[in-house]
């Protein structure tokens, strides 16, 4: 597992031991960039939730991310994200936060509110969907913010979630990822211009 590019372009990044952390694959991580860069450059806060490795915040960050926070409740996990940032030089930009999302979720105050946020849980989690929605209703997201989801093929995300709709949807081989943004006005007037052409 490496760093794609940017200013840590090459980096090795540790993982812990064992299969209870599944970090993103290295070919869908470079296809959630590839559609994130599409949209403009990388830029402002970051959160990554269900850290484990601290692999996408870390490629934020290296690729011009001003700040990410990491949240992960597994001590041993926290470790190996530190050790991850200081190998990348990244320490003093980022904040690991040793904590359940759903707490981090309801209690985080930020100065400013996150441009992209980062959810890639583990792989069939149940509570997946309930997790979106608190954070489509924790007001975290920038109104131009994007929020990216990892997830299983066997996992159907809906279209929309309180104030977010889903903009981009693909699948890599068994990996999927769905992006997200805040439902403004004029997104959803070209989205019905678009359903009536």
């Known amino acids: 597992m490496r760093v794609i590019t940017g ?8 993982a812990p031991k064992g299969m209870t952390t599944r970090p993103m694959l290295d070919r869908v991580k470079e296809a959630v960039f590839s559609v994130l860069e599409g949209y403009g450059p990388i830029r402002g806060r970051v959160l ?3 850290a484990g490795t601290g692999s996408l915040g870390i490629e934020c960050l290296s690729r011009g991310a001003a700040w990410a926070d990491f949240v992960e409740m ?13 190998h990348t030089r990244f320490l003093e930009r980022s904040r690991v936060h040793q904590m ?11 100065m400013e509110k996150y441009d992209i946020i980062l959810m890639d849980p583990p792989y069939a989690d149940p509570a997946i969907e309930a997790t979106i929605g608190i954070v489509s209703a924790s007001g975290l997201m920038a109104d131009e913010g994007l929020l990216i989801v990892g997830h299983s093929p066997r996992v159907a995300l809906a279209e929309r979630y309180e104030r977010i709709r889903r903009r981009k949807f693909r699948r890599l081989g068994d990996s999927c990822f769905s992006i997200y943004e805040i439902a403004t006005e004029t997104a ?9 052409a």
């Open 48 to 50: 990554d939730l269900y």
């Open 7 to 14: 200013s840590a372009k090459g980096h090795r990044l540790k």
């Open 188 to 196: 959803e007037r070209e989205e019905q211009a678009a359903s009536e």
């Open 100 to 110: 359940q999302v759903g707490r981090y979720l309801a209690t985080a105050h930020p």
């Open 74 to 86: 597994r001590a041993h996990v926290c470790a190996i994200i530190r050790e991850n940032l200081a």
